[in-house]
């Protein structure tokens, strides 16, 4: 058994959210675009962003749910649930660069108390290593808030 990795604490300077992150196993590449921060697992394959936005449209999170759901990139989804401010959503894709290793996504989202912002995670990892990503998928949906 490997010991446990250390985890840091990431705060959103511009939405005002936080999580925790596995800051031994992971490493932070570029973001393209956005708020937040994209960490790529040191020497695998899993993947973690974090990031927040403005809510323009007002939608609910059963409607944002229904929309992220519909999205081509999603292969099948296995998990959904939601609340009065937030939603988790979970599944398999094929990533287009390995379309032979199926890839499982784990995303939740918060919305702020007047839901005009919006605090999300989205993790990735090959699905043959579910067993091992399972506490920290768990970790992060634990810890992120919602925006300020």
Not at 10 to 30: H, M, S
Not at 106 to 118: E, G, L, P, Q
């Amino acid at each position: 058994m490997q010991p446990e990795a250390p985890w840091g604490r990431y705060i959103d300077p511009q939405f005002a959210f936080a999580i925790d992150l596995p800051t031994g196993l992971f490493e932070q590449v570029d973001r393209s675009a956005g708020a937040g921060v994209k960490l790529q697992e040191i020497g695998g394959g899993g993947q973690i962003e974090v990031f927040g936005w403005a809510n323009l449209d007002k939608q609910s999170p059963a409607e944002l749910l229904d929309a992220l759901e519909q999205a081509q990139r999603l292969g099948e989804v296995t998990y959904r649930a939601h609340g009065n401010s937030w939603f988790v959503l979970s599944g398999y894709f094929t990533a287009d660069d390995a379309p032979d290793e199926p890839l499982v996504f784990y995303t939740k989202v918060m919305f702020s108390a007047d839901r005009s912002r919006i605090s999300a995670f989205e993790i990735s990892y090959p699905a043959a290593e579910l067993e091992r990503f399972d506490p920290i998928v768990t970790r992060l949906s634990r810890t992120l808030t919602s925006p300020r």
